[in-house]
T-cell receptor, first 112, second 117 residues
């Protein structure tokens, strides 16, 4: 079955550093992977999507990579700020449906 | 444009009680979903709907029922609540086809925190 795995341990970094979060998937490569941000007490919010034929995607301080050989996506936040503290979720499409499979998320804490 | 809204925000039930969670979206999206989120387990799909009048089971449908009588509303029912259904419930929606640059993007509501005693 298809799975999405994210590091369950919180990532604790100093403000200004680059945060790197990992998303690993099983079985065949999805056509794309999505990244969402979730703040405490709120629903997830879409951030970025990267397709399997794209090596890298950027949006402001965010960068996502997709390595189909390693079956892995990396999510980077450069020049991190305390406001970036949140849980980040990775998701892939389930088969050919409009359903997504979400990872359990990685909590990021950025210290001032 | 309110996006996706959920009612209520919080609820405490006793075992065996029933309740209905309401999800509403004003974006004219075709697809709607109900998830539950538990610590360490991420979002798990309960039921979903691909259009008005249609529903389908997700990953963890037992103990829940749903209805989509109107395109903008998706109801989640618990007929006889159990402590195992204590969770945070999220509703989400997505347009058919999505935007080319953001296919399948899901738009989430703020969640309902349910406690079953």
């Amino acid at each position: 079955s298809q799975k999405i795995e994210q590091n369950s341990e919180a990532l604790n970094i100093q403000e200004g550093k680059t945060a790197t979060l990992t998303c690993n998937y099983t079985n065949y490569s999805p056509a794309y992977l999505q990244w969402y941000r979730q703040d405490p007490g709120r629903g997830p919010v879409f951030l970025l999507l990267i397709r399997e034929n794209e090596k890298e995607k950027r949006k402001e301080r965010l960068k996502v990579t997709f390595d189909t050989t390693l079956k892995q996506s990396l999510f980077h936040i450069t020049a991190s700020q305390p406001a970036d503290s949140a849980t980040y979720l990775c998701a892939r499409r389930m088969d050919s449906s409009y359903k997504l499979i979400f990872g359990s998320g990685t909590r990021l804490l950025v210290r001032p | 444009n309110a996006g996706v809204t959920q009612t209520p925000k919080f609820r405490v039930l006793k075992t065996g009680q029933s309740m209905t969670l309401l999800c509403a979206q004003d974006m004219n999206h075709e697809y709607m979903y109900w998830y539950r989120q538990d610590p360490g387990m991420g979002l798990r799909l309960i039921h979903y709907s691909v259009g008005e009048g249609t529903t389908a089971k997700g990953e963890v449908p037992d103990g829940y029922n749903v209805s989509r009588l109107k395109k903008q509303n998706f109801l989640l029912g618990l007929e006889s609540a159990a402590p195992s259904q204590t969770s945070v419930y999220f509703c989400a929606s997505t347009p058919v086809g999505g935007r080319e640059e953001q296919p399948d993007t899901q738009y989430f509501g703020p969640g309902t925190r349910l406690t079953v005693l």
